[in-house]
């Protein structure tokens, strides 16, 4: 695999590289409320200003229906970027249409443009690789035929996506140095893992996420499993879940993996539910077998935290993807921090993955430097922990 550094020693001035970064970060509004994700990209962007190559920064923010959509605009992202960087940057208002093809054009050596959520054209996300195909191709029109592509959005790479896998088949292509340092840390975990190996896994993602755990199960002596997560396997275990998130398509699915996983997967005892999604709702904590109809469940309770926490201080080894709770609002906190406090505190090789539980780890005032390794992609770790071929890497090797 060519990295960023076999690009710049081939000399980048003048030069158009486009950098499929992740931008995919939590906003309020249009405030930005963690910018890890934009920081993580900059070592890579700083070297090739430096090189005097004329970059084009490409990258999504959430999931647009394949329109725009003001809410999903990258323009806080550009905006920060530009702050972090002291420069200007320019965002091009469409992804490969005159406005995107001017703003490059006027690109000098050593400046960054960005192009407007990459999501807003159906074809990025379409399962017809010819769809996929034909938005690479309207790409390397914007950029140049004679262009660099730099892969360096970690966060993304599990996605056979235009702007991660097709674009890379048609232009001369690149690891950056945040996928590097990212497959770097990761591969720790896959070979011979200190033990014991704990996994926590929570967050909202539950239908990608869930696959990931027949394949992980084998490796790990303990899976914890909080959040939005919880509840499927909760149902499967034939308590009530209220209005709580549930997959009720992977009810059978966790059962199974009740059924075959011994004591390695450890469930919430008690959570903290509310009548409503906000944090002026009606609160109560309770034992899993007391949601009531109309209640959700919105964090671990206090007793399945401490569970938790004893469990993450006797592991040698620590993967946690996922928050126990909608940490962004005050009463639904308090479960996530205390997990990520008490892998903080140990001793233990530790990577938290994922733009939220990222967000949570800081925006929750936790030790970072407690932390051996805190990565920007979620659901991308996971899939490199149990060993898939990811395709947004995988293309890079050919
Ligand atoms: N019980 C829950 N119900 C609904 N949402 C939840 C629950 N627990 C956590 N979440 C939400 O999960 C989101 C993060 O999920 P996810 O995207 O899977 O994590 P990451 O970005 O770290 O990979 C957070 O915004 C959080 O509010
Ligand atoms: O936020 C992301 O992933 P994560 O929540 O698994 O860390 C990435 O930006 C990928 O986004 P996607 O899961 O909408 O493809």
Redesign the pocket.
Known sequence: MHTLDDLLATGVAGRTVLVRADLNV?LDGDVITDDGRIRACLPTVRALIAGGAKVVVTAHLGRPKGAPEPKYSLAPAAARMAELLETDIPLAKDFVGPSAAETVAALGNGQVAILENVRFDARETSKDAAERGALADDLVAVVGSDAAFVSDGFGVVHRKQASVYEIAQRLPHYAGYLVSTETAVLKKLTVDPDRPYAVIL?????S??LGVITALLPQVDKLLI??????TFLAAQGFGVGS??LQEDQIQTCKDLLAHAGDKIVLPTDVVVADA?SADAAVKTVGVDGIEDGW????IGPSSAANFAEVVSGAATVFW?????????AP?AAG?KAVAEAIAASPSFSVV????????VRTLCVDEAGFTHIST???ASLEYLEGKELPGIAVLED
């Open positions: 939590p929570g967050g909202s993602k539950v990608d996420k909080g959040g939005g997560m919880a509840f709580s998130l999604f959700m469940g919105l964090d993807n996922g928050p126990m709770g909608v940490f962004e609002l639904f996530t993955g994922g733009g939220d539980s990222a967000a949570a992609g979620g659901g």
